[in-house]
């Protein structure tokens, strides 16, 4: 309950706020020009709908893990930057729910930038294969991605207490992460490639859309990915639990 | 003159007998043989290569090649977007056994092609290549403005929208 009412206080002062909702109008008009340049494009038109729509569910992905960063690099380290994180807890508030109540919040910001993609995936994957499973998997494997990568951004905001460093780190992390896209096919093909593939929760979602989508492949095949973001999941959380817990003024 | 006849007709004969030995011993053959399509489209060739000597063929490399025969450009094509297996290595062919390849295509531009595979065997300066596999790629353009404009202007308005929505409103809070 008391997490539920930090989740809104957040909600209210990070996302419902014009500065918050800057990043949804930006959000917006990056897939409406990533969206019209595959539909209208005649060389990018020669991709299928499922590559299309592959490829712009793995763009969704990457911004939602983005502001994610951005927003748990802020949670912490940015209360005690602003010398507001005192008063937050002298308030019969526990740390963890404090942070459960921040993470809330980082979760309502991907539940809502999902929400503005979803008409430019119909509009990208209408008539094409595998449109609503698609949808499905980057509602859940997006959702996890979210929490890891908030959960992990904001357990090292709580540690480091400097909301530039952690921002530096996070966005390095982000790069890392981002690496199956900078690297070339062939090189992701090697055995150091596939073990930075599979242990890498950005590729497994990845990996797994392009199963899903582009090759329609069921269940059975991503369960070994899925399984490995869920236990990054729990991992993120832990990481965060242990930060806060350890956090002092 | 009769020694200079006989003498080139000996190197014909030795070069025509050679190429007929290499040409005999590795075989190769594509299929299918011919292909309508079009544009995005994606299909598989098969190649196999057939050992018809009564020895082993070692370090076999087999490349499927393409070549637009349209008129006006003609020219051969680099497969870089359109096969992402373009060389198969094949360790060993027992005797008089055969090989089957797999070459997946994604159909990238609009045309009148040939597909081929070609077969490099080390031992022979002599590659081998299939017949040819006409391939006729129609054009389709998955042009869409009209689907996606309403979507690609309308939301950021909205978006925009209620962002004002909301900065008026803090704005007479604050008043």
Known sequence: MKAAYIMQKEIRESIL??????????????????SY??????????????????????????????????FGSDAFAGEIERGTLEA?????????????????????????????????????GKGGQNLLIGIAYLAILGTLLAIIFSAFSMGLSARIKSMKNSLIISFFIFLLAGSPIFLSAAL??????????LINPFADAINTFDSVVIDSQGFSYQAGRVAIICGYTLLSLWFLKRSVSRLEM | MKRLILALSSVILAITVNYA???????????PPFVQANMGDKITYTGTITNNSDKAANNIIAYISLANITQGKESPMDLEDW?????????AIPPHGTYEGKWPMRLIDSGSYVVY????????????????SHLDIKRILRLNPNNVLPVAIG????IGIVFMFIAIKRGNRVN
Request: overall charge positive; glycine content about 6%; hydrophobic content about 55%.
């Open chain 1, 17 to 34: 706020t014009p500065k918050g909702f800057l990043w949804y109008i930006l959000t917006s008009i990056i897939l409406s020009i990533l």
């Open chain 2, 83 to 91: 096969s992402a297996n373009k060389a198969i290595k094949i360790d």
């Open chain 1, 37 to 70: 340049l595959f539909l209208t494009n005649s060389e990018l038109s020669l991709l299928d709908q499922g590559q299309m729509l592959y490829m712009i569910m793995n763009f969704i992905t990457a911004l939602g893990i983005l502001i994610g960063l951005v």
């Open chain 2, 117 to 132: 595979i070609t077969v490099v065997d080390k031992n022979s300066n002599i590659p081998v290549s299939s017949e040819m």
């Open chain 2, 21 to 31: 030995y290499a040409a005999n011993r590795i075989a190769v053959s594509i299929n």
């Open chain 1, 88 to 124: 937050l807890f002298l308030s019969p508030v526990k740390k963890t729910q404090i942070a459960a109540g921040k993470l809330g919040a980082a979760i309502a910001n991907w539940v809502i930038i999902f929400a503005i993609s979803l008409p430019y995936l119909f509009v990208v």
């Open chain 2, 155 to 158: 939301e950021p308005l909205l």
């Open chain 1, 188 to 197: 992701r093909k090697t055995w150091f490639g596939r073990v930075l593939d």
